[in-house]
């Protein structure tokens, strides 16, 4: 019996031997990839530089800096830009404009003053053709054309893959080779497919990313594309997106309509522009400030319809009787009352005392304003904010209105 008792421990001891020398090559392979992988991080990173350290009271002893401009109140010099714009709003149309005011100097939307850009522009495109993106470029007659670097990149995103560093190292080789001053990334969504990020998480590694080639490429300004959900009116997907820029532009229909206006409007860091009506002039793709905001636009259309009312009056009406007029139509009581305000307040109705406290309005003949027009004038010379009658007494549009009626 007890020559079996060694052979039994010789046993134990030769199975933890071989577990012991299991686990010390199992621990050193796992030592080995976290090693490679911390150099791999480091090599992707490059070197890394830390900035002088500046106190506080030192940098507030220099001369503050007053903000710049590239488009008046709507891009900052230095700024990132994010336009989040809604299905066939007009994008395409609305970054053709942007790129003749950035290398032109062109009033944006004919109306905010710009300073054209040193270098040159770069617009990576990864929706439309090389022959569509040429067309619509051609139409905006920019003078400024050896200035600008089309890039149609449609089917080709997985070669902007700016995550792989020798990927991002040729792309700002590229860039600093044609003194790019501002590049336009039109739209994002293709190359987080191409790549394989998810739109809703990984958004932030992208943005990352493009900073860092941004950065690489001494690009002080860009601007990035983005669709808007169905269903909303901001940048869909990773709130990463909405957090990254210095500014957002919001480009939007006023109904779900593709062919109804098109507002646009602007917050973020030292801008704030509310929100715009345009105008599109088919000839040249060239969009123009046409009027307020869809609020606005509602009051508007509102007045019209209390005019046509007041037509066929031979005399003042109450405001009630007007809203009892109009009860069948797509006008709230709290919008005819918005409008009835907004006829006094531009000398297109007349309002006078009646009966009972209550208010007679009356039209002021010939006269029906565009409301948040131009100030600029018509061919006939009649303010382009102003609609005259025709010679059967008709109420038409203005030469300003019917030139810019076109769509997107």
Known sequence: MTDFAPQHWDGDEARARSFEELLESETRREKARRAARTRVDAEERGAVE????????????????????????????????????????????????????????????????????????????????????????????????????????????????????????????????????????????PILDSIGLDEHRDAGRFLVALDALLHEAGVSEALVIHHMGHNGERSRGDSRLRDWPDVEWRLVRETDDPASARFLTAFGRDVEQPEQRLDYNRLTRRLTVAGGSRRDAKQETALDAVLDVLGTQTGPMTGRAIKAALLESEHSRDTIDAALSLGVRTLTLKVEAGPRSSKLYSAVSGVRPLIGAPDTRTLSGAPSGVRTPDAAGHSGHSTQEAAYGGRF
Request: hydrophobic share 50%.
């Open 50 to 189: 830390v900035p002088a350290f500046t106190s506080l009271a030192a940098r507030l002893a220099r001369p503050l800096q007053p903000v710049e401009f590239r488009i008046e109140g709507w891009w900052p010099i230095g700024a990132r830009v994010l336009e989040a714009a809604q299905f066939k709003a007009g994008k395409t149309t609305l970054t053709g404009n942007v790129i003749r005011t950035l290398v032109d100097g062109d009033p944006f939307l004919d109306r905010f003053r710009a300073r054209a850009v040193s270098g040159s522009v770069a617009l990576l495109d990864f929706e439309m053709s090389e022959r569509q993106l040429d067309a619509w470029l051609e139409a905006q007659s920019i003078r400024r054309a050896h200035d600008v670097f089309p890039v149609p990149l449609r089917g080709m995103a997985a070669g902007f893959d700016i995550l792989r560093p020798e990927v991002r190292a040729l792309w700002a080789t590229r860039l600093r080779e044609h003194d790019t001053e501002v590049v336009i990334l039109d739209p994002v969504r």
